[in-house]
Each structure stands twice: as structure tokens, then as C-alpha cells.
């Protein structure tokens, strides 16, 4: 790309930045929906994630399904309950 090019894109950024904005309309709180949530998002990740768990264990006999499984599903849950669902999950 050509000096003058980077130039006229700079000097078209610097262009649109400096320009006042509009003011953005207030937008309405969020609501959580019946099917969505952090919880539901929570149990939902452990029951997934606690049963690979369990055949993890399951396919490996050095390993216990149940000590696997509920580990699993513990850490699923935690980790989902922190983070929450994402916007999929809740639409």
C-alpha cells in the first residue's frame, strides 16, 4: 500500500472520530428468560460434563466412574455458575 494511500486512510479516521456522535438511545435492562439462566446453564453444563466424566472412568481402569464423574460435574458446574451462560444459551 502506497504512502498516500495510508494517509488519506488516516486522515479519513481522524475525519470520522472527530465528528460528534449522536447520542445513543437508553437502552432497557435485560431481562433473563424463563428458559435461560445461570443455573439452569450451571446444572446443564455438570450433567454433560460429569457424564464424559463417568466414561472416562468407565474406559479407564485405573480410574473410578463415580470419583470421575462427580468431579467432573463439580468443576463443570462451578465454572459455568462463575462464568454464566452464553447469549446462545439464553435466546
Known sequence: MATDDIEKL???????????SAPTPATKPTQ?????????FAVASAVVV???GAVFGLLFPFF????TGMTAAGA????ALVAGPPRWFSS
Open 32 to 40: 433473563v428468560s424463563s428458559t435461560g439462566g445461570r443455573f439452569p
Open 50 to 52: 460429569g457424564g464424559s
Open 64 to 67: 473410578s466412574i463415580v470419583s
Open 10 to 20: 488516516l486522515a479519513e479516521i481522524n475525519g470520522l472520530s472527530s465528528q460528534t
Open 76 to 79: 463443570a458446574f462451578v465454572t
